[in-house]
Every structure is written in structure tokens, then in C-alpha cells.
């Protein structure tokens, strides 16, 4: 039988004997829900039905109210907000005996008030009264007694908009009380309305009277983060608790098994149980650490298991993919293991399943490993490394298969670009004076520079540090060492970003720069560098761009390879990059020679592709410059369709004789799931905002036959769409009545309407959005922000490599992600009539669904990566969508008077 790498005989290797091994440390952090601190039952006020919603006063307007508020529906309906309507109410206002009490009234017989929009008429009142009362504080404070506080906050309990109830909380001067509202909060949470209590303690600022057990961890428990988020923001006692707490769940064999008894003791519902697993709860510590800048020490169980992911990740790239040199590897197993003696033992152990005994014995020596703990194989092979013991050949014989494999690798010797500079033109810039000359002679007569970036991989809770900076002319390479420079000479930085980097006549090339411009960012302040400055260009978004123009052949052939430096090398040079320096310690000191000349190929090769791709574009008359101006100022790039030449004749509409329409199919209702429609070629765009509202619509290509359409009706039960007269009576006729309908219209917003009413669809806003418009799938992904980040390097190609292990460590990125801070979703997407699955079945390596569709990232504008929390990938297409204010837009547009 062949040895399989990662497949390891006899003892349960991977995770469950590394927990066994492990065991006695782990079992002093095991998780206990009865040693857990719970919500103490005498911090909560039980509540009856009443006691949050009993109010002192009656909310029905008298006579006088009644007869106002007439008025001012009609001044609004006409005049919105106006000095009239803002006039008329201010004067209201002064006429009342308590217009506290009255303006709560007011916006509680607003139709809109439980879903008060920016601009609705409850929003004006309150909005108009703050004003108001604001200036006329002096004469009506009195008038604000506790009572009618309370009074105004149970109001706000029955309206779900965030901005209303700011502003109710500031007009009616709840902080300054803010203790008259514990007991109602606590209420709240006695009836597991977890994510309206955090609302209210957090913008009360009530947080130190709550214990994380009391809502945070159900919220967290159910995914609803952005709450927990805006609590935890200028809270680090909280911050650190919470990450403490979730950190030690992470310290069990099994995170759903820790929590079982926990949220049953506290009778937790709607939990998201596929959260509840490693991978995920691993994600969300990182990312709390990360958007609260808390100390990676808080975490050691997090650090550990990032610290076993890095080891394999670095065990795979040096047996498995061979990309690995032999000081970078030596480096970064120091810095994944580093004092911890079960990953030493773990490091030897693993060496020795990929069959590598030498290298396990000197990794055991090198850690000073009692003997007991090696591997069988390695003690044999110490007590006999000529391999002649019997046993000792019974035991290779489980590895034959794969050293035949390591003998033909070795065979297929790789070849790999070279930088044609000679060594003195590489400069390394690490003191003030180096640094000072370059700027005055090196950059006389430049105008185009590549730019790249180098710094350490970071491991656990490490983040990641600039070590080099790379700036290739066509003469020179100059490398500049930040960690020698850094910000000692912050004169010298101030003066390069003026004279280079935001000098639009020097063109700065780069390749996937965001993460490194991230990096340039945090360690040089002084630094002025900017991607919106005229003349920064990133060879990555050209490439992608000329793929949708094939009459632009790049000089050499890739068979394999993704969208990469290397790669795209590769294509123009004959030969890719050897990256196996890569993952090297940037921050040692002094740097290796194989070090200093994989960093000078890395800035220099952007150059030369740049020069490579400019000849193919010249070569077909490609309108190179202007593209190239385009991509830098982020201009909409269309392709350029040649107009037909000739003048068309004007077709002369003939006489029709009239066709009735079959009647309907439908006697009653029928929802928009459960409706099926073809449109024929004449239809396209009709079908698109079908699919929009949630009808399973077919839709043909241009170069498709008519017919087409009766077999879509035949074999999947379709109602054919058509608008062509001659097409309706052919296509008619093989159907049954009421399964053809001609559209009249021309209008896509009319034709909607021609088909709802025909068909008699019911379009409910859990409709709107439920199918992809592109390829009319109904199976989405609901994937987090990290993960579409994460996706985002893949597809650009910043480190980590597509591994198995890229999950558990971390600091491979050269994008990280520029802010965590969440911004809330529409709820919209919750209720759609679709199949929605977790982001686990996607690959992430490859950047495809389950289905294998590729996910469509680079369409996907890099500031909405940052601005929503969640995304929803069709399983089909790989088509990206988000909830953003496009929903209400259709909802109260195109789609008005249909959506029920």
C-alpha cells in the first residue's frame, strides 16, 4: 500500500491524538457551564404583560389634537418640510399645556411610526420638536418629570428605528435618569429579547450595569453582532471579558458540546448552531481582537490552534508543494513553534509521517527533545542511520511510493525568471545617509518605478510589521529597510511621498497593492501615499481587464497558474518567480542574499511586465493609455462596439387581425414561488425583473429558436412569454389556454404588471430578491465580511496561498482588512423565499462554490467590502449581492402597487 502524506497509520494522528497528547495541559482550561458566572436572578425584574408597556397617560389625541393633526397630514402630504408645515407645528408646540406629552401622541398615530423612515411624518415631528424644545428648554423642563421619561421610553419600545429612538432618548434627556430604565431593560432580557436590551443599555450607556452572560453571549450565540459591536466600542472592560470567556470555550475538544449546557441553562432561542463549531468561533475572537486592538495574550487558546494551523501550513508547503527554501523554512518553524513544547513534539512527530527521519532527528535534537517523546522511526534511525536494521527496512516500506514521487520531483528541476540587473545595481537603503543620497541622485530622470513590500508572516495573535520596501527603476533596484529606518528620519519619509509618490509624473506600478499600501500606512505616518494620486497603477486590475479582450495575446502560454505576480510573469516573460523566499523572517537582521535578490525581482519584474504588455496592446492598436488613465482614476471602462454601417429600413406594420388573449390559468392567488415562465428572445429584459420578484423565470439566448420555449413549457411546466404577434399565434397553439401570453406593452415596469395581474401572482417583499437575476438560481451563500475579504486576496493573489490549513493560520495576508467596524444589514434578507446556506460550503482556496461556480469577487466594489457585514453568493453563478438601499428603492419604485 502507498503512503499517502497527511495520512498517518496506527495512531489517530491529527486532531485526536494531539488532543490526547495535550490532554493533561487542556484540562485546567476545560469549560464547566456550572462554573460559568451566570445572570444573577436577583438583577432581574421579572416582568407581568404589563409592566413594560403600561403607560400613565392615554396616547388618543383629544379633540383638539384630532382636529390638528388632520391638518398637518394634509400641509405635510402637499408642502412636506417646509417653513409652512415647520411653522404651523412650532406653534402647535407653544399652545400646548405639556408638549411632551402631546408630541408623544403625535408620532404614535403616525402610520409610519413603527417603521419610521428618515423622511416620514413621525420623524419630522420628532425631529421639529427637539428643536424646539431645545429652545425652549427653560420654560418647559418642569415639565419633564421621571414619570413622562419612562412614559416616552416604553413609547420607543414599540417602533423598530434606531434613529427614532436617539432621538427620543436626547429630547427627552434619558441619560441624565438613566437608572429609571434598569428594571425595564432587565425586562427585556427576562423575555429573551436580548438584541433590544443591549440596544437600549448601549445607548443609554447602562453597559457597567450588565454582565456579558446577560445578553452579549445570547447575541453572540444567536449571530446578531452588531449590537454586541456597538456595545463593546468604548467598553474594554467588557471587550476583554467577552473575548476571555469565548476564548476559553475555544480551550475544549468540542465548542458546540461546551455551550450545550450553557444555553440551556439560560433557554437561549434562534441560535445559529452552524456557528458554533471551531472554525467559526475562531473567526469571531480573531476579529474582536482585531477591531478593539486588544492584546494577544488574552487568547492562548486562539494563539495555540493558530500556531498547530501555521505548522501544518508550513509542513504542506515543504513536503507537499516544495516551495519552501531551506533558511525560510528553518526560520518560520522557530517562529510558528516557539516555546511551546507540545508543538516541538508535534513538529517532530509530523516530519517523520512525511518520512523525512533526518530532518525530524535534527529538529529533536535542535529542541533538546527527551527521547521518549521521538517518533519510533526517528530513535530507530538515531540508533542506525544507515537503515540496515531488518525492522527498520519493514518500516520504509510504508513510504516507498512516496520517495518515488519526492525522486521525480527532484528529477523536474523548476525553472524560474532572473533578474537581469547586476548585483551593484541592488541597493540596500538601512541608515540616514544611504537614505538621504538616494533621494537626491536615484530618482533624477524616472518615470516609472515598480513597488513592492516584504514583512514577516505572523503567527497567533502577532500582527503583522513592514520590514522592506522595494522601489525598481529600469537601472536600479533601492531597497529600503524599515526596520533599521523605520520612522528615525520622518523628514526624509515626508520628502520621498512629495517628490515620488504623490508626483503624478513618476508612474508607481504595483501589483494587488492594497495590502501593501495598508502596511506602508500603518508604519510610515509621515509617509503621505495615496491610491486616489494620479500616476499609482495596479498591473493586477490591467491584466483582469484585457481578459475580456482576447484580441490582446500576452507572449507566452500558462496551462495552470492563478491570477498571480508569478503568473502573470509567467505569460510575459517565458518563466515564473521562484517564491520560495516568500515566507521568510523579513525582520532578521542582516538580510540573506537569497533575501535581497527575491525582494529587487519582486519590484523589478512589474516593470518589465508592464513594458511587455504595453508592446501586445500597440501591437492590436489597443487603446493602452487611455486604459491605463481609466483603471488609475477608477472610470467606468466600456468596451467600444463598432456601429453597423447602412441605414435600416423602417419596418411598415402590416394590419394584424386581433387575437384574444386565452383567459387565465388562475381562478385564485398564486405565490410568486410557485409561478414558472419562459420569455422568449424579445423578452430579456423582462425576464431579469421577473426573476427580481421572485418568479423562476427561463430566459432564452439570442441565437435561440422560438421552439425553445414550448419545450421549456412542456418539460418544466412553463407559462411561455412572448411579445412578437406572429411568434404568440405559433407558440399558442402547442400549449394549453392560458399557458402563452403576448405582452402589449413597452414598458419592462408595465410588462411586470401585464404578467402579475394575468397570472394573478402574489409579490410579497420576502419575494423581492429571492432569485439571482443572472442565472435564475434560487441556492445562496451567506457569507461574512472576513470571508469576502478572505476571498478577495485569493482572487488577487495576496498571500495566504490556497492551502489546507490557510484557515487556522493567520498573518499570511498581504490585504488584512482595513476596519472591522460592522455597519448593520438590511433584516430584508432574513425572510426571502430561497435556500441560504453558511459560508462552509464554499472553497475558499479556490474561490468557488460547492457547485463549483467561481465567486465573483473582483465585481464586487472593493469600499462595499467594508461596508456591509454580510453577503449572499448565487451557488449557480457565483453572482455577489448584498442588502443595501437598492431593496426599498424597487420596493417603492418599480415595483409600487405590486409588492403586497
Not at 495535550?22 to 462554573?35: F, I, K, L, V
Amino acid at each position: 500500500m502507498s503512503y499517502q502524506p497527511g495520512r498517518v497509520r496506527g495512531r489517530g494522528r491529527y486532531l485526536n491524538s494531539r488532543i490526547s497528547r495535550g490532554s493533561d495541559r487542556r484540562q485546567n482550561m476545560r469549560y464547566s457551564a456550572s462554573n460559568t458566572p451566570s445572570v444573577s436572578n436577583a438583577n432581574i425584574s421579572y416582568h407581568d404583560n404589563n409592566c413594560c408597556s403600561d403607560i400613565s397617560f392615554s396616547l388618543d389625541l383629544d379633540e383638539k389634537g384630532v382636529a390638528f393633526f388632520a391638518e398637518l397630514k394634509n400641509m405635510w402630504n402637499m408642502l412636506k418640510k417646509s417653513p409652512p408645515v415647520v411653522s404651523r407645528l412650532q406653534k402647535y408646540f407653544s399652545s400646548l399645556e405639556n408638549p411632551y406629552i402631546e408630541v408623544l401622541r403625535l408620532i404614535c398615530n403616525c402610520q409610519e411610526f413603527h417603521n419610521a423612515k428618515n423622511k416620514s411624518l413621525p420623524m419630522f415631528i420628532i425631529e421639529e420638536f427637539k428643536i424646539w424644545s431645545t429652545m425652549n428648554r427653560a420654560n418647559i423642563i418642569h415639565l419633564l418629570v421621571p414619570q413622562i421619561k419612562i412614559d416616552a421610553f416604553k413609547v420607543s419600545l414599540r417602533q423598530n428605528t434606531q434613529i427614532l429612538i436617539k432621538i427620543i432618548i436626547d429630547v427627552f434627556e434619558m441619560r441624565q435618569e438613566e437608572e429609571l430604565f434598569l428594571s425595564i431593560i432587565r425586562c427585556l432580557i427576562d423575555k429573551k429579547q436580548f438584541k433590544e436590551a443591549c440596544q437600549y443599555a448601549t445607548l443609554l450607556n447602562l453597559q457597567n450595569h450588565f454582565s456579558i452572560h446577560e445578553f452579549l453571549i445570547p447575541l453572540v450565540l444567536q449571530d446578531k453582532l452588531f449590537g454586541v459591536d456597538e456595545f463593546l466600542k468604548n467598553n474594554p472592560k467588557h471587550q476583554a471579558e467577552l473575548v476571555v470567556w469565548m476564548d476559553s470555550i475555544l480551550g475544549n475538544p468540542s465548542v458546540r458540546d461546551a455551550l450545550g449546557e450553557y444555553v440551556n441553562n439560560l433557554g437561549i432561542s434562534d441560535l445559529k448552531y452552524d456557528k458554533m463549531h471551531a472554525k467559526p468561533w475562531k473567526k469571531l475572537i480573531a476579529r474582536l481582537i482585531k477591531m478593539f486592538k486588544l492584546a494577544p495574550d488574552l487568547t492562548p487558546n486562539l494563539n495555540r490552534r493558530r500556531n498547530e494551523g501555521a505548522l501544518n501550513f508550513l509542513l504542506h508547503k515543504r513536503f507537499i508543494d516544495n516551495t519552501f527554501g531551506d533558511e525560510s523554512w528553518k526560520e518560520m518553524v522557530q517562529e510558528a513553534v516557539g516555546d511551546d513544547l507540545e508543538l516541538r513534539k508535534e513538529l517532530v512527530y509530523q516530519i517523520a509521517q512525511y518520512g523525512d527521519f533526518s530532518e525530524a532527528l535534527r529538529w529533536a535534537h535542535f529542541y533538546n527533545l527527551d527521547k521518549k517523546d521521538w517518533p519510533y522511526n526517528v530513535r530507530m534511525f538515531d540508533e542506525n542511520p544507515d537503515r540496515n536494521r531488518a525492522q527498520q527496512q519493514v518500516c520504509q516500506q510504508e513510504y516507498i511510493s512516496w520517495d518515488d514521487d519526492v525522486i521525480e520531483q527532484s528529477i523536474d528541476v523548476n525553472e524560474y525568471h532572473k533578474l537581469v540587473l547586476p548585483r551593484n545595481a541592488i541597493c540596500l537603503i538601512n541608515d540616514q545617509s544611504a537614505f538621504e543620497n538616494f533621494l537626491d541622485s536615484a530618482m533624477q530622470n524616472v518615470d516609472i518605478i515598480g513597488i513592492d513590500c516584504e514583512w514577516k508572516p505572523s503567527f497567533g495573535g502577532q500582527l503583522n510589521e513592514l520590514a522592506l520596501m522595494q522601489i525598481a527603476t529600469r537601472k536600479n533596484v533601492f531597497i529600503l529597510d524599515i526596520i533599521n529606518i523605520g520612522n528615525k528620519c520622518p523628514h526624509l519619509w515626508q520628502e520621498l511621498g512629495q517628490f515620488i509618490f504623490n508626483n503624478c509624473d513618476i508612474l508607481k506600478v504595483g501589483f494587488s497593492f492594497t495590502g501593501d499600501i495598508h502596511m506602508i500606512r500603518n508604519a510610515l505616518p509621515y509617509l503621505s501615499f495615496s491610491t486616489k494620486q494620479l500616476g499609482v497603477f495596479d498591473l493586477c486590475s490591467l491584466w483582469k481587464h484585457l481578459e475580456k479582450f482576447p484580441e490582446v495575446k500576452l507572449p507566452f502560454e500558462v496551462q495552470k497558474g492563478g491570477p498571480s505576480l508569478s503568473t502573470l510573469v509567467q505569460h510575459c516573460l517565458g518563466l515564473p518567480l521562484d517564491k520560495s523566499e516568500q515566507f521568510s523572517n523579513w525582520e532578521k537582521r542582516p538580510l540573506r542574499e537569497s533575501q535581497i535578490m527575491y525582494a529587487a525581482l519582486d519590484a523589478y519584474c512589474l516593470i518589465q511586465c508592464y513594458d511587455v504588455i504595453r508592446k501586445c496592446c500597440e501591437k492590436v492598436n489597443f487603446p493602452f493609455e487611455e486604459t491605463c488613465y481609466n483603471l488609475m482614476t477608477n472610470e467606468k471602462l466600456t468596451r467600444k462596439h463598432n456601429k453597423r454601417m447602412g441605414n435600416k429600413k423602417k419596418s411598415v406594420s402590416s394590419p394584424k387581425e386581433e387575437v384574444v388573449q386565452s383567459p387565465s390559468p388562475h381562478q385564485e392567488p398564486v405565490h410568486a414561488e410557485k409561478v414558472r415562465v419562459v420569455c422568449d428572445t424579445m423578452l430579456q429584459g423582462l425576464g431579469k425583473k421577473l426573476r427580481s420578484c421572485g418568479i423562476d423565470t427561463a430566459i432564452l439566448e439570442n441565437n435561440q429558436d422560438h421552439m425553445v420555449c414550448v419545450k421549456y413549457a412542456i418539460d418544466d411546466r412553463r407559462y411561455i412569454l412572448t411579445k412578437g404577434y406572429e411568434i404568440y399565434k405559433m407558440l399558442n397553439g402547442y400549449v394549453p389556454q392560458g399557458h402563452c401570453l403576448r405582452i402589449i406593452s413597452d414598458n419592462v415596469e408595465e410588462q411586470i404588471k401585464e404578467v402579475i395581474d394575468y397570472y394573478k401572482v402574489v409579490v410579497t417583499k420576502n419575494h423581492i430578491f429571492s432569485r439571482c437575476q443572472n442565472c435564475n438560481g434560487n441556492n445562496f451563500i451567506k457569507i461574512s465580511k472576513s470571508t469576502m475579504n478572505t476571498l478577495a486576496r485569493v482572487v488577487n493573489n495576496c498571500p495566504p496561498p490556497a492551502c489546507l490549513y490557510e484557515d487556522e493560520a493567520t498573518g499570511f495576508s498581504s490585504d488584512d482588512d482595513y476596519c472591522e467596524d460592522s455597519i448593520q444589514s438590511s433584516n430584508v434578507s432574513y425572510n426571502r423565499k430561497w435556500d441560504l446556506y453558511s459560508d462552509e460550503k464554499i472553497d475558499v482556496g479556490l474561490c468557488r462554490t460547492r457547485l463549483g461556480a467561481k465567486i465573483q469577487i473582483e465585481a464586487v466594489p472593493k469600499p462595499l467590502l467594508e461596508k456591509y457585514d454580510f453577503f449572499y453568493v448565487c451557488e449557480e453563478c457565483g453572482k455577489v449581492y448584498w442588502d443595501g438601499s437598492h431593496f426599498e428603492r424597487v420596493v417603492a419604485g418599480r415595483l409600487q402597487g405590486i409588492v403586497q
